[in-house]
Structures are given as structure tokens and as C-alpha cells.
């Protein structure tokens, strides 16, 4: 069982606050959404627990071990993984190289590359391709595009080739950077049921979505930002019946 804390979270830009006093935990088996206004700090938060930026106040643990400080690689080997709000994956790579970096990038061997022809990293490299195969089918993305470069693939299954390869990290935590963006209705409850299946392994699931009936039908709990500022968390019923949450965020229609 793990838990991301966050505890009075706070940072700076150049004097603008985009985060400040942020609690909430993120506990295992459960998927935390993480909602709020464009500009409200939800990929800053992200940044912040995975090491791009440093809080300038506050801390991020996961169990007792604190992630504030450390390098980006150190957290990603604690067991944390993301994927991006703009997809970053290597265009020129394969969906199984690219599921094959993700898992490369938290193991302590030799580079497999320096020594590929010797047996045990023969092994390894085989290893680690069948695995991204099973992680490729796992999260839906057809199989005759496994082998075709990601920048020529759909959009739709380069956002499930991002999960795929955070998932190749074997995390305690996965963070969900909106994931669902430029899907279609039918491939957004296919990642539905993939999140809950991932939480349910027992990873602790923080989800930064704007398909609010994504976020309202796979979440268990739901935090909002709202200018840097955590206004309200709750269950999903809950925050959507707040007033400051309609008032900033959701709008009367919405949260009906």
C-alpha cells in the first residue's frame, strides 16, 4: 500500500504564486482527479512531485520518503510515473521501442545497447519487448501499429502508447496528465476502465482531466484548484455540489 502526501505545497514564479498551501493524499487502489481551470496549477502540481520544479514551500512524500529535492530519474525509481499534457514520445521510435525506454529508464543494468550480444542481454532486451507487447495490448492500441514509428500513428493511440510506457515503469503512483484529451467517446470509456484497472492493482492514481463525466465516473475522490489555491476535495457528488466549484469551475449546468 502507498500514499502520495502532499502537505502545504507552495511555489513561486517570479512572484506569482502557482501553488499555495496544497494538501490532499493520493492513497493506492484509488484514482484522486485532480481538476480545476486552465492556469489553476494542476501540471504545475505534477511538475512538483516528479521533480521538474522544486516547492518553494511544503513537501511531497510518497510513504515516508520525502520527493522534494530529489533528481527527476530518483523519484521515477521510487515508483512514481506520468504522462504529458503534450505528448512527448520519441517520433522516430516504434510503440514497443518507446514502452521499452519507459521500462529501461528505472533499471540499474548496463546500457543494453553497449552489449547486445551477449546472452543475459539478449534475454533482458527479449524480456522487455514481450513486455511492452503485453502493456501495448493492455491499454488498446492495435496491434498493426506496434511496430509503426509513433509520430505516424493516430492520435488517439498515441495517448494510449503514453500510458503504456509510464505503466512500463511498474509505478506506485501514476499521474495522468489529461489524458483523454482528442479522444473519442468510445475510446474514453475504454480509458476508463483502464484506469480503474490500474488502480485496482494497487496503484495510487491522480487523474488531470477536463472530460468532467470522465472524471465524475472513475474517480474516488476529486480535488480542485482554483488559482494556485485547493478550494475544495471531496467525492466526486460532493464537489460537484459546492458552491465555489460551480462558481469557479464546473457552472451551474455542468454540475447537474
Known amino acids: 500500500m502507498s500514499s502520495l502526501h502532499y502537505h502545504d505545497v507552495g511555489i513561486n514564479f517570479g512572484g506569482v504564486h502557482a501553488l499555495s498551501g496544497v494538501s490532499f493524499d493520493v492513497r493506492s487502489g484509488h484514482v484522486v482527479g485532480l481538476i480545476g481551470p486552465n492556469g489553476a496549477g494542476k501540471t504545475t502540481l505534477i511538475n512538483v512531485t516528479t521533480g521538474v520544479v522544486a516547492p518553494t514551500a511544503g513537501s511531497v512524500t510518497l510513504d515516508d520518503a520525502p520527493l522534494s529535492g530529489r533528481r527527476q530519474h530518483q523519484i521515477a525509481r521510487l515508483g512514481v510515473a506520468r504522462?504529458?499534457?503534450?505528448?512527448?514520445?520519441?517520433?522516430?521510435?516504434?510503440?514497443?521501442?518507446?514502452?521499452?525506454?519507459?521500462?529501461?529508464?528505472?533499471?540499474?543494468?548496463?546500457?543494453?545497447?553497449?552489449?547486445?550480444?551477449?546472452?543475459?542481454?539478449?534475454?533482458?532486451?527479449?524480456e522487455l519487448e514481450e513486455h511492452a507487447r503485453y502493456l501495448l495490448h493492455r491499454v488498446g492500441v492495435p496491434r498493426d501499429e506496434w511496430e509503426t514509428a509513433a509520430s505516424v500513428m493516430p492520435y488517439g493511440s498515441q495517448r494510449r502508447l503514453e500510458v503504456a510506457r509510464a505503466l512500463a515503469m511498474r509505478p506506485r503512483v501514476l499521474l495522468l496528465d489529461e489524458p483523454a484529451a482528442g479522444m473519442n467517446p468510445a475510446e474514453t470509456a475504454g480509458l476508463q476502465a483502464l484506469i480503474r484497472s490500474i488502480a485496482e492493482e494497487d496503484v495510487a492514481v491522480m487523474l488531470v482531466e477536463h472530460d468532467m463525466p470522465l472524471v465524475m465516473g472513475t474517480c474516488d475522490r476529486v480535488a480542485v484548484l482554483n488559482f494556485g489555491e485547493l478550494i475544495a476535495q471531496g467525492t466526486p457528488a460532493e464537489v460537484s455540489r459546492d458552491p465555489a466549484v460551480v462558481e469557479a469551475y464546473l457552472g451551474s449546468e455542468a454540475a447537474q
Not at 95 to 121: M, Q, S
Open 83 to 126: 504522462t504529458y499534457q503534450n505528448i512527448r514520445l520519441f517520433p522516430r521510435m516504434t510503440a514497443i521501442e518507446n514502452v521499452v525506454v519507459g521500462a529501461t529508464r528505472i533499471r540499474r543494468d548496463p546500457d543494453l545497447g553497449a552489449f547486445v550480444f551477449l546472452p543475459a542481454v539478449r534475454r533482458a532486451r527479449i
